[in-house]
């Protein structure tokens, strides 16, 4: 028996997919006309799906997910819900797999220095830099509590923490502000409780927010060194667009430029001093 929209009768489908798809699209703000009409299916057989009267198909799932902007780790959720196998692998950055982007990641991270550059997962857990880095690392108060420093770092703990890198940032409410904001919209679109759990941990630190009287065109990050010179960047994100892999998928290489000459020639020089990754890719 057909319904008038050509779609099979079925008895009740038990599948936690539901209120899983229904949450996404709660958290977009679309009404089940408005997704139906993207995802190009019938307002009624998304009513069924969301209510367990029927069960998607993995073609549909995917579609759903994709027209929700859903991303690759909770799209793999949803199809584990549905009663499906996971759509998206997830390997080592090490994997023999991986190498050509792993080598990739690398020249990038050279062809840098001596700025900062860093490559970091979706939870901002440190995974590769340069000797740039090692430059702020550097910069960081020797009394700095031992779980900031020890792997997984989490770059976002490590510099606002009230003693990690944050007593070095001149513009320290600017830049919380900023850096909060980022993570705040992260948080919210990826649904991820570890980026929730952060915003909040870090939300607690002292320092202000004041997103209101920046000047120029970016946010900068302005560094005081040990020897009182001031470094000033403006960063730049990167990412793997066309990623079929969560690793890969995940992961962001973040540049911190030199916003001014001065800055640029003091990196040279400090890179050119020993510094806790001087002649290390990273890894």
């Known amino acids: 028996m057909l319904f008038s929209d050509g779609m099979p009768q079925r ?9 899983l798809l229904r949450e996404w699209r709660s958290r977009r703000r679309l009404s089940q006309l408005d997704l139906s009409i993207e995802a190009d ?10 209510t367990g009267r029927s069960r998607p198909s993995r073609e549909l799932v995917l579609r759903l997910a994709q027209t929700l902007d859903v991303p690759m780790r909770e799209q793999n959720q949803l199809l584990i819900a549905a009663g499906f196998a996971p759509e998206f692998g997830e390997r ?6 991986l190498a050509p982007f792993s080598a990739g ?28 880095v090692g430059v702020l690392l550097s910069q960081i108060p020797e009394d700095a509590p031992a779980r900031l420093l020890y792997p997984p770092i989490n770059v976002l703990r490590l510099s606002l923490h009230p003693l990690g890198l944050s007593s070095r940032i001149v ?19 990826s649904n991820s409780a570890q980026l ?23 946010i900068p990050l302005i560094l005081r060194t040990d020897g009182g010179a ?13 990623a079929h892999d969560l690793t890969l998928a995940e992961l962001s290489i973040e540049t911190f430029l030199p916003a001014n000459a001065q800055t640029a020639d ?8 020993e510094s806790p990754l001087s002649g290390e890719s990273g890894r």
């Open 266 to 273: 003091a990196m040279r020089q400090l890179v050119g001093e």
């Open 196 to 218: 929730r759990d952060l915003f909040d941990e870090l939300m607690e630190y002292p320092g202000g927010l004041d997103a209101e009287s920046i000047e120029g065109v970016a």
């Open 92 to 97: 080592s950055l090490d994997d023999p797999d």
């Open 171 to 189: 513009n320290l409410s600017q830049w919380r502000a900023h850096v909060l904001g980022r993570l705040g919209r992260e948080a919210a679109t």
């Open 105 to 132: 990641i690398d020249l990038v991270l050279s062809s840098h220095d001596p700025y900062p550059c860093l490559v970091v997962d979706r939870s901002w857990n440190l995974m590769r830099a340069n000797r740039g």
């Open 41 to 50: 299916i019938s307002a009624r057989h998304l009513s069924f799906i969301e």
């Open 230 to 242: 001031e470094l000033e960047f403006v960063s730049m994100v990167s990412t793997f667009g066309t």
């Open 11 to 19: 008895t009740a489908v038990k599948s936690a997919i539901g209120p």
